[in-house]
């Protein structure tokens, strides 16, 4: 079949040149709207359930709420999963979902299965959450005062109304929550002494404002042939008509609220608040799309903010410039990658000038990196990839290979046309004869070199869980580059080559840097073949080296991104309120701010409503940006724990956003390392927590430990007794109805206005809601102008429940998290074994561990077994090549060469054998692979015509070495803006490859020049 193609192309020139002009502007332009991200999508799907039932404890939640739901959502196809939380007010479920599941169709299901749940009076509707992606918070827009005359609720309904309205318009955007500032809520408070002269029961005042706070359908009018739409307005539109409203007579007389109470616009209770650089703000937090553009959508961000500006500030409110945005990572990482791409494509063309030396085979050579690296950028765009760190990293490890198959392909052409030139004239054959049979010559070195790269990286694509979803990206860009670059080798390299190395190439002399090489390397070649023995020996050892060094090296995951931003997680007692937590979350920025790496914070303390993230009042999120600082980034975090370590009644843990995010990714919570407590008794649970972290804080590189907020916190059980309650002709249903309005008020409509609704609350009062001995007092009105103290209906206990209750499979469980500080999360794991293994389990409660620390070890059992195949493929791709066992046994001494060699990249990248590091070295066995193939090639084919083999084998490694120390140095110095990079943003997971890579093939190269002749010769 490459031989046809071959034949076609150089039959058929100028429709081979005019396809590729074609191809090239068709992929340029399919480049230019290719959307541009951090990272791939990299969450399996999940769809998130958030049901608010305000005023219930986590107990309540659990049993009303989050257990109906579970129930229906049991079963439903697709689902992995099934997880849980329960908090005050708050339930919300997550259904992880297969990868290979649609999630439109799950989404669908897990609608349907909601309609079947059973859920109490007290819940609102659940609200299944829109898809948006798991590392999708690509910003925290700060909304602040610039005067004292703006107050919370003034500026938490700017934010609403304006600001967030506005952001969910922009396209691209999925979800945008608030949180801050005072949600406005009309509150009307009834007077109990008022409510008594009239006759009237709070119950009654409130269905009364419930029955009229809609407005009836009025349906339509026929009058003489034209037919009318009919309306009837009832519902209050403000504060004066709910003053005004009427809830009953007496003696003819109307009472309204006005008369047994007062309207007040205030804020409803809240569970959270938040903060910009120390001050107090409404934070926005922006969720983009699963598959928008990164950069796009924050530029739109920005146009749509800049339009609201004059209006925002005409109401002294401004957005907080310099807070955290995604884009700056994402803009800073694509930059230098395609950097990266330009210098490694600048050296290549630089070598080939040199070593070909002549413009017109440098051309020719240099053609397949553009193309090949548009042909790829297109495939990925077909395939609904974007172009991100992982894609562009891909592409840039490739940079160096894509001219490899066309630079034998020159070469070899090159060569035979210098040597038709020295035939007599009349024995010349046709220039398309000559470069037809140039690249038939090399077929099947090149095709075989090509298919071992490509089994490097072919395993990736069947790489289960987060290293698939991450790595796949990587491995699709490579192998279409490197594919992309042997059709161009087969159809426009002959075609190009013919039009251009006809004439000076042909007649011109041997290149001198080739000559050079050649006439320094042969007495090295010399000695070789005739100490083969020494050469065994070298080989051994320098494996053994290798070997020792694998083994002496630390055990990662993933290399730390450099994000220029820090996540900060703050955790106070639990049962903190909400406004000391507040404060304490203020300290804690002012504490951060004061050191000079930090240009500003913005801080979430407890939750935002109808948002999925259940945290307490006890519990924030600091979001930090990063100056320029002359410290490494693990110094800046060492000085910010110590700052934060003075701040009093806090624990700290410090990440980065976007790691976290991944980290969450891998076991559903932010931090390198999970240890999971399942079980069903929430006492014993806690008790295990406990031991676990004593235990914890002694392994070495182990930092922020803590554990989630499970504990118990004060509670006061308003009991209703069922015989007083009947005493008053009341049942317990009613009179805990009565004591809920005493307790917590209740919402009976809502007023809309300004595109937004305000809820109308009633409340008995304000003043037994802070008190316990005046809630026991609190006047409850039980008919008939009665009322009576609220101890007298019911028991008014004092006890303990939990904060939260959550639950995995419908299981509860309890999780103590920790991060690492240092790499070699390997050691750390050990260590955290070692550790779990002191502590004495509660019967029925079991540890798992989960995480970064954890997911290392699997991945690198993966990566060994995969690393184990790719050999095997190579084996049999270099065997059928060769049809030889010995002769194949001798290409793969290449394998042992290029393992030392690798080992020095692994400790200048960090002592760390990742992910990045292991791709590395399947990448480096490829590359010193060809190089053994296509010296044993060119040894079968010269004897295959007759030459003695050693002859063959001196004559093949002559003719060899120029073509593979060009694809040597082309592919390593293709990688050394890469691994230059190293530490950079966009560079950190290619970084190590690379250098794993460039000195392998240092070593690979020079030796295997000796070994592999030597060898072969003997065999």
Avoid: C
């Avoid at 439903?76 to 599941?101: E, K, M, N, Q, Y």
């Avoid at 390392?673 to 972290?693: E, F, H, N």
Wanted: charged share 20%; aromatic share 4%; glycine share 8%.
């Amino acid at each position: 079949m490459i031989d046809g193609i071959l034949r076609f192309s150089l039959a058929h020139r100028a429709l081979v040149v005019a396809a590729g002009l074609a191809f090239v502007l068709l992929a340029a332009n399919e480049l230019s709207s290719m959307r541009l991200d951090v990272l791939p999508d990299l969450g399996a799907p999940r769809i998130s359930i958030v049901t608010e039932a305000p005023g219930l404890a986590p107990t309540e939640v659990e049993q009303l709420v989050t257990y109906p739901l579970e129930v229906a959502l049991a079963g439903t196809s697709g689902a992995r999963i099934v997880r849980s939380a329960s908090a005050p007010g708050l339930s919300v479920v997550w259904v992880d979902l297969h990868v290979d599941i649609d999630p439109i169709v799950a989404r669908q299901r897990v609608i349907e299965r909601l309609r079947g749940a059973a859920l109490p009076p007290e819940a609102l509707p659940p609200i299944v959450i829109p898809p948006s992606n798991l590392v999708g918070e690509i910003a925290f827009l700060a909304i602040a005062p610039t005067n004292d005359s703006v107050d919370p609720t003034t500026l938490r309904r700017v934010a609403e109304r304006d600001v967030r309205r506005t952001l969910l318009g922009v396209p691209g955007v999925a979800l945008v929550n608030a949180m801050g500032g005072g949600e406005k809520e009309y509150q009307v408070v009834l007077d109990p002494e008022r409510l008594t002269r009239f006759g009237l029961t709070a119950q009654e005042v409130a269905d009364a404002l419930e029955v009229g706070a809609t407005n009836p359908p009025g349906g339509y009018l026929v009058d003489g042939g034209r037919e009318s739409i009919v309306r009837v307005l009832g519902r209050a539109r403000n504060a004066d008509e709910l003053s005004a409203f009427v809830v009953g007579a007496r003696e003819g007389v109307p009472v309204r609220i006005a008369d047994v109470g007062e309207v007040v616009v205030g804020s409803a209770p809240t569970r959270g608040s938040a903060g910009a650089n120390g001050r107090s703000a409404v934070l926005l937090n922006v969720i983009k799309q699963p598959e928008a553009d990164t950069l796009a959508t924050s530029a739109a961000i920005d146009e749509a903010l800049a339009s609201l500006g004059p209006a925002l500030e005409a109401q002294g409110i401004a957005v907080v410039p310099d807070t955290y945005r995604q884009e700056s990572f994402v803009r800073r990482a694509v930059e230098n990658l395609v950097e990266i791409l330009r210098d490694g494509a600048i050296l290549v063309v630089l070598v080939l000038f040199l070593f070909l030396w002549n413009p017109g085979a440098a051309f020719t050579s240099a053609l397949a990196i553009p193309i090949s690296l548009l042909a790829a950028t297109a495939a990925l765009h077909l395939m609904g990839f974007g172009l991100d760190a992982m894609t562009l990293g891909g592409l840039a490890i490739a940079i160096g290979e894509l001219v490899d198959d066309a630079i034998v392909d020159v070469e070899n052409v090159v060569r035979r046309l210098r040597e038709r030139a020295r035939l007599p004239e009349e024995e010349r054959p046709p220039i398309l004869e000559t470069v037809l049979h140039a690249s038939i010559e090399i077929r099947s070195s090149i095709v075989s070199a090509t298919a071992v790269l490509a089994l490097v990286f072919v395993p990736l694509l069947f790489l289960p869980g987060f290293e698939g979803v991450l790595l796949g990206p990587l491995a699709i860009a490579y192998l279409v580059a490197v594919g992309a670059s042997l059709l161009v080798a087969i159809t426009i390299t002959p075609v190009v080559a013919s039009y251009v190395l006809p004439g000076r190439a042909a007649t011109a002399s041997e290149p001198p840097i080739a000559h050079r090489l050649e006439r320094a390397y042969a007495p090295f070649l010399t000695w070789a073949m005739a100490h083969p023995r020494w050469l065994a020996g070298l080989t051994a050892l320098l494996f053994a080296l290798g070997g020792l060094g694998l083994a002496t090296a630390g055990r990662g995951f993933l290399p730390e991104l450099q994000e220029g931003a820090l996540n900060v997680s703050i955790l106070t007692p639990t049962g903190t309120p909400l406004h000391e937590s507040d404060a304490l979350g203020q300290r804690a920025e002012e504490a951060l701010l004061a050191d000079p790496a930090v240009l500003s914070t913005a801080r979430r303390t407890g939750r935002a409503e109808r948002d999925e993230h259940v945290l307490g009042v006890e519990a924030s999120q600091i979001e930090l940006l990063l100056r320029d600082d002359e410290r490494p980034q693990e110094e800046v975090v060492r000085d910010l724990r110590a700052r934060l370590a003075d701040v009093p009644g806090a624990t700290f843990a410090i990440g980065q956003p976007i790691s976290h995010r991944i980290d969450h990714v891998i076991s559903g919570h932010t931090a390198a390392l999970t240890v999971k407590l399942v079980g069903d008794d929430l006492p014993s649970l806690r008790r295990a927590a406990a031991d676990v972290i004593t235990a914890l804080r002694g392994v070495p590189r182990l930092v922020d430990v803590m554990s989630e907020p499970i504990t118990e916190v004060p509670t006061l059980l308003v009991d209703v007794d069922a015989e007083a309650a009947g005493r008053h002709g009341l049942s317990r249903a009613e009179a805990a109805r009565l004591a809920s309005l005493v307790v917590w008020g209740r919402e009976v409509g809502r007023i809309y206005e300004e595109g937004l609704y305000t809820p109308v609350v009633v409340r008995y009062g304000d003043g037994p809601r802070t008190d316990r001995d005046a809630l026991a007092q609190a006047m409850v009105p039980v008919g008939d102008g009665r009322a009576v103290p609220l101890e007298e209906l019911a028991n008014l206990t004092r006890t303990h429940e939990p904060a939260f209750v959550m639950r995995d499979g419908a299981r509860r469980r309890l999780v103590v998290t920790a991060n690492v500080e240092g790499s070699d999360l390997g050691a750390v794991l050990d260590g955290v074994r070692g550790a779990l293994a002191s502590v004495r389990f509660p019967p029925g409660v079991r540890p798992e561990l989960e995480g970064r620390v954890v997911e290392q070890e699997s991945s690198g059992t993966r990566l060994a077994l995969l690393v184990a195949l790719v050999l095997l493929a190579i084996a049999v791709v270099v065997g059928s090549t060769l049809g030889d066992v010995k002769r194949t046994l001798v290409v793969l001494t290449n394998v042992p060469l290029a393992l030392a060699g690798g080992v020095v990249g692994v400790w200048i990248a960090g002592g760390t054998l990742d992910l990045a590091t292991g791709i590395g070295f399947l990448t480096l066995f490829g590359l010193a692979t060809r190089n053994g193939i296509l010296l044993a090639t060119r040894t079968r084919d010269l004897e295959e015509h007759g030459v003695p083999r050693e002859d063959a084998v001196r004559r093949a490694a002559l003719e060899r070495l120029s073509p593979i120390t060009m694809t040597v140095l082309t592919a390593a110095l293709g990688l050394v803006p890469l691994a230059a990079a190293l530490g950079q943003p966009g560079a950190e997971l290619q970084a190590p490859m690379a250098w794993v890579i460039l000195t392998g093939l240092v070593t690979s190269t020079f030796l295997s020049m000796l070994v592999v002749p030597a060898w072969l010769a003997r065999t």
